[in-house]
DNA sequence: TTGGGCCATGTTACCGCTGACTTGGCTTTC
DNA sequence: GAAAGCCAAGTCAGCGGTAACATGGCCCAA
C-alpha cells in the first residue's frame, strides 16, 4: 500500500500516477474549471490510492489566499469562550473558512505574541476578545489589512468591527433590577480586576447605577486563582460573618455565585428573602442547582455568530465598504429562584 | 505610519528600507547564523518600523519545517480536553513548537476531515483523543510520516504512541473499591455509549469486575445531550424511585454525578451510608460542593505534558529509534464524601 | 609580502502549488 | 470545406521565504 522512502507526496507524484499534468490534478482535487469526468475519476482515484493529501502551504503560497480565520480568546477554562467557538465553528462549517484559536490568558505580552504569530500565517480575518488592547496589538490589527472583529465588549472604540455587550450597562441593568426589587445593602464579589476588563466594566456601571438610585455597595471582596465554586463559598461565608445585615450579594460570574448559593443553603439562609443572589454570563453547566441562580446572559452564541458572519461576508465581498460596524447585544437579566419576584417596597415600576 | 497601498510587507520591504540583502534581514529575523550588531539593529529597526509580520506560510514552504502540533480532540465543552490543551500548551510553551486544536464533535466522519484539513498543513506531529479510528483515519496518520501520540486511551493497539489510562481498568479499579466498601446494589448511570468508546470501556470493566466479584449491576440508565448536572439529578431522581433498594450509583463522569450528589442531599438519602456515590474525571470545577464526590482522577494533566515530550523529542531528535512507546498512567480513587471509609462486611481486605 | 582562514554578507535555486495564458483537437456553422 | 468556437489539458512564471554555496574584505602567521 505504502512504501518506506516516507518523502511526502506531491502532486507530482498523482500526476505521474495518473498519467496527466499536475495542473489538471490540481484542478480536479479543488473541483475547478473543466475537466472531464473519466480523467477526473483517473486521478481521484490514484490521489486515493496514494493517500494523497494536497499541501496547503504550497496552495496558500501560491493562490494568495489563507481561508483560516484566527480567534484569540483569553481562556479555554472558562467555559464561556469555548461557547463562542462553538457558535463560530457552527457558522463557518460549511464555508471555506476555517476557525484556529489561540489563547491569551489574560495577559497583554500574550496576546501581542499570540496575535503575532497568527497574523504571520496571513489569516483572512480576526476574531478577538476584549476591545482593549496594547497599542502594538492594535498596529499589527490595523496594519495586517484584514476584516478584525473584536468581541464579547462594546465599550471602546473598536478597531474595525465589534460585536458584544456593554458591559458597563450590564453592570447598571442588574443594580437596577436589584434595586427595583427592594434590596439595600448589597455586596459584591469578584475576581481581580485588572485582569479582566469585562468584569471591571460590570462592577463600574453597576456601582454608578446604584449611586445614582442613592445607594452604595456596602461591602466587596476580590478573589483570584482557584476554583471559583469554592472559593465563592469561602467569599460569601466571610462576607456574610463580616456583614450580617447584607440582603443581596452580585457576583461577578455564575460559578462563585453557584458556590455562593451552595452555601447559603446549607447554612439555612433564605434565599432570595434574605438574601438575594445573583451571577453573570447564564452559564449552562449549572442548571440543575437546586435553586436557578439569578444571572444576565451575555449573548455568546449571537456574538459568536455574528462575528463569524461579519468575516465571512467581509471575505466573500472583498470590496464592502469597508466601514466597520459595532453591534451591542442586549442581554437580557434570567430572575431564577434567587431575586425576590418583586419589589417590597415598590420603589420602581417594575 | 503607514501607507494606503495594503500590499503586504515582505523581505523586500525590509531589506530595501535597511539597505542589505533580503537573506540578511531573514537571518537576523530568526537570529540564525552571523550578523554583526550593527546591520542587526538596524534591520530590526526597519522591520519595527514598517510592522513586518514575517511570512510562515512561505517560510514553512522554503525550509519544509512547519513547527505546528495537531492536538485533535472531540470537544472542547468537556473540561476535559481544555485542561489537556493547556498541559500540552504549557510544555510547548518554550519551544518553536505550537500547538493548535481541530474539534471533532465525538464523530467519525468530523475525525476524518478535521484530520485531512491538519494533516494539509504538514504538521510535525499529531496529539490525537482515542485509540479507536476509522481505516481511514488510521491510513492517513500512518501516511503522514510524523509522529503521532493517541492520548487518554491505552486499551488498545496505538498506531505509533499512546498516553493514557486503561479505562477498562479504571471500570474494574472503581468496582473493586465499591465491592470492598460493602455495597451490593448497584446502579450505572452513564452516557449513550457509541459515542464514547472510553466511557463504554469503563463500563465493560465496571461489569465485569462485578461479575468476577460475584455481583451485577442492579440498574442502569443513559443520557444524551442536555445540561449534565440537571441529568444526573433527573437520572438518579427516576432510578432511586425505580429501584429504591440500590445502596451505590456509579456515574460515567464526575458533572452527572455531582447533579445524583445534589438530588441525594435535598431529599434526605444519607450519603454515603444509604447510598454511596462516585463519578469520573476528578475535575477541579466541583471542588465546593456541600459534599465531594468519590471520584476518579484521569491523569489529564500528565497524559497532555506526556504527549507534547514524546513530540518534542521526537522533533527534536529526527532519528529517535521510530519504536512507538505505550504509557499507560494510573488513576487513583478519590474517596470524597461519598464512599463509606471502609467495608462493613470487611469482604475485602481494604 | 603573501596565502590561508574567517567572518559578514550576497547569489542562486528551489519548496509545492496555482493563476493566467497557450495549445491542440474536435465540433459547429454557413 | 474552411473559419470560428469551444473544451480539455498543458506550459510557465511566480508566491515569499530559506538552504547551500559563493564572495569579498580583513587579520594574522610564516
Chains 1, 2 share one sequence.
Not at 480568546?73 to 471555506?96: G, H, K, Q, Y
Not at 469578584?190 to 445607594?215: I, S, Y
Not at 443581596?248 to 443553603?265: E, K, V
Request: charged share 30%; hydrophobic share 40%.
Amino acid at each position: 500500500m505504502t512504501d518506506l522512502p516516507k518523502r511526502p507526496l506531491t502532486l507530482r507524484d498523482v500526476s505521474e500516477a495518473s498519467g496527466v499534468s499536475e495542473m489538471t490534478v490540481s484542478r480536479v482535487l479543488r473541483n475547478r474549471g473543466d475537466v472531464s469526468a473519466a480523467t477526473r475519476d483517473k486521478v481521484l482515484e490514484a490521489a486515493k490510492e496514494l493517500g494523497y493529501v494536497p499541501n496547503k502551504i504550497a496552495g496558500a503560497l501560491a493562490s494568495q489566499r489563507v481561508n483560516l480565520v484566527a480567534v484569540i480568546i483569553p481562556s479555554l477554562s472558562n467555559m464561556v469562550f469555548p461557547e463562542v467557538m462553538s457558535a463560530i465553528s457552527d457558522v463557518l462549517e460549511d464555508t471555506p473558512l476555517q476557525p484556529v484559536v489561540g489563547v491569551t490568558n489574560y495577559k497583554t505580552d500574550r496576546e501581542e505574541k499570540v496575535l503575532y504569530e497568527m497574523l504571520s500565517w496571513r489569516p483572512s480575518g480576526v476574531i478577538i476578545a476584549g476591545i482593549e488592547h496594547s497599542d502594538a496589538s492594535k498596529a499589527m490589527l490595523r496594519g495586517a489589512g484584514i476584516p478584525v472583529v473584536e468581541i464579547m465588549d462594546t465599550d471602546g472604540t473598536p478597531i474595525d468591527n465589534a460585536v458584544g455587550i456593554s458591559h458597563r450597562r450590564a453592570g447598571r441593568m442588574m443594580a437596577e433590577a436589584i434595586i427595583r426589587k427592594g434590596y439595600r445593602k448589597i455586596g459584591f464579589l469578584g475576581t481581580k480586576m485588572p485582569l479582566d476588563h469585562r468584569a471591571r466594566k460590570r462592577f463600574e456601571g453597576f456601582t454608578e447605577a446604584l449611586a445614582k438610585a442613592g445607594h452604595e455597595i456596602s461591602d466587596q471582596e476580590f478573589y483570584e486563582g482557584g476554583s471559583a465554586l469554592a472559593k465563592g463559598r469561602e467569599m460569601t461565608e466571610a462576607m456574610l460573618k463580616r456583614s450580617p445585615d447584607l440582603d443581596f450579594l452580585y457576583y461577578s460570574n455564575d460559578m462563585i455565585g453557584a458556590g455562593g448559593l451552595l452555601y447559603c443553603l446549607e447554612n439555612g439562609i433564605d434565599v432570595p428573602n434574605d438574601v438575594g443572589l445573583a451571577g453573570f454570563n447564564g452559564v449552562e453547566l449549572l442548571k440543575g442547582l437546586p435553586k436557578q441562580l439569578a444571572t444576565m446572559d451575555s449573548c455568546r452564541d449571537e456574538i459568536g455568530r455574528k462575528a463569524a458572519e461579519i468575516i465571512l461576508s467581509r471575505v466573500e465581498d472583498e470590496d464592502t465598504a469597508k466601514g466597520g460596524q459595532k453591534i451591542e447585544l442586549t442581554p437580557t437579566i434570567e430572575r431564577g429562584d434567587t431575586m425576590r419576584p418583586r419589589s417590597t417596597e415598590a420603589a420602581y415600576p417594575e
